[in-house]
Every structure is written in C-alpha cells, then in structure tokens.
C-alpha cells in the first residue's frame, strides 16, 4: 500500500514564527503535492513538485514555499506564519503519468 | 477541467447499497472520473476512477454513462464506517485534483 505521512497531525504556532511541514512517501512517486483544505473553499494546491529541486507554483502559493532535496520527501514552508493560515495542510504524492494522488492524514495548523 | 455536480447530502442504510450520483455534463474525451473520499479529519481516500467503461475494485463499483455525462458510484454494502464526504472529480492531464464540496453519506444503522 501507498504511503503518505505528515510529520505533526495538530500544529499551533505563533503569528511571525516560521512553520516547516514534512511529508514523505515511500512509493518512489516522483510528483508531490501540498493542499490546504478550509470549510466551504475545498482542496487548494499550494505547490507541487515533478522530481527533486524543482517546483511548481499551485493556486495560492504566496506565503510558503516548498522544499524537494530528496525523492521521498517534500516540505512545506511558512515563512511568517500568519492567523489567515491556519487550516488543515494535505501532503499527496502520484506516480509520473499516472493520474491517482495518494494523500497524507493531513496537518491540523492554528496559528494563534 | 470539468465541473461536476454532486448532492449535497445523502442518508444510507446500514447494510443496502449506496448509490452516489454525479453529473458531469462538460467532461472531455481524455478525462478521467476519479472517486475519492474523506472521513473526518483524514486526508482523502482514493477509490476508484475510469474512463469510459464502468470499473470495480475491492471498494466500490463505478458506473459511467455511454455518453459519459454523469456517473454513479456504488458501495454494495454500505457500513457505518462508510460515512464520510464523497467527492467525484473530473481529471485531464493536468497535475492537480480539483475538489468540489462533495456529499456528504450518512450510513444509519
């Protein structure tokens, strides 16, 4: 089986701190996926990465950035975390050319 | 990508099949129907996708229409455990998986 973890499931961190979030897979995906998920907005894509050192920029990325130097693991940066960020972070990872994305159990982020 | 069209809610009972439809009138040839799920504070679950032929796994059924316009996923024994946001998603070969608001199954006992 696939799968997907996320290094915290609850995370509350002050407004100004910087927030790192971990994912890592065990399939040997090439793609990764970082999501937030609020109520009545549904997934968003952050960012997503192909291979390792690159990026791609997803629907709302300013405010993060993100982090590939290995294969198997790809992080999710808040610079200055602010109270507009706090919401739930899914990691997801698909195998190149195939379609299906695994997800992580998700990161349950409030910044206070 | 195409949009879909989902109920916002639907009830099941325990133990009877779940019928859960979706509408996706502006799918394009190349696009994929995908299934997933998402229980309460979990990530979401894949269960199942297609193109044009209807598809079984160990989860559920997918049946698509000829005209590929809508579609119906089908879990044959629903259990409590099933409740949980469904959410149909029409994909082309672009990367990112656009997520609507779903439905929301509530199995009764």
């Known amino acids: 089986d696939v799968k997907v973890t996320q290094s915290s499931r609850y995370l509350v961190k002050r407004t100004g701190e910087k927030v790192f979030l971990e994912c890592v897979q065990d399939?040997?995906?090439?793609?990764m996926f970082w999501y937030r998920q609020d109520p009545g907005l549904g997934l968003r894509l952050i960012y997503f990465s192909y291979d390792v050192k690159m990026k791609e920029k997803g629907d709302i990325p300013e405010g993060y950035s993100v982090s590939r130097e290995k294969k198997e693991r790809f992080s999710l940066i808040l610079e200055s975390a602010s109270t507009n960020q706090t919401s739930m972070y899914l990691c997801?990872?698909?195998?190149?050319?195939?379609?299906?994305?695994?997800f992580g159990p998700g990161t349950r982020l409030l910044v206070l | 990508d195409a949009k879909t069209t989902q109920p916002t809610s639907m009830d099941c009972a325990e133990g009877r099949a779940a019928n859960l439809p979706c509408n996706h009138s502006?799918?394009?040839?190349?696009?994929?129907v995908y299934w997933y799920r998402q229980i309460h504070s979990q990530g979401p679950q894949y269960i199942i996708h297609?193109?044009?032929n209807n598809e079984t796994n160990e989860m559920a059924s997918l049946i698509i229409t000829e005209d590929r316009k809508s579609s119906t996923l089908i879990l044959p024994h629903a259990t409590l455990r099933d409740t949980a946001v469904y959410y149909c998603?029409?994909?082309?070969?672009?990367?990112?998986?656009?997520f609507g608001a779903g439905t929301r199954l509530t199995v009764k006992p």
């Open positions: 502006t799918i394009s040839g190349n696009e994929y």
């Open positions: 399939m040997d995906h090439e793609n």
């Open positions: 297609g193109l044009k």
């Open positions: 998603i029409v994909k082309g070969n672009n990367n990112d998986m656009r």
């Open positions: 997801a990872s698909s195998l190149r050319g195939r379609e299906t994305q695994y």
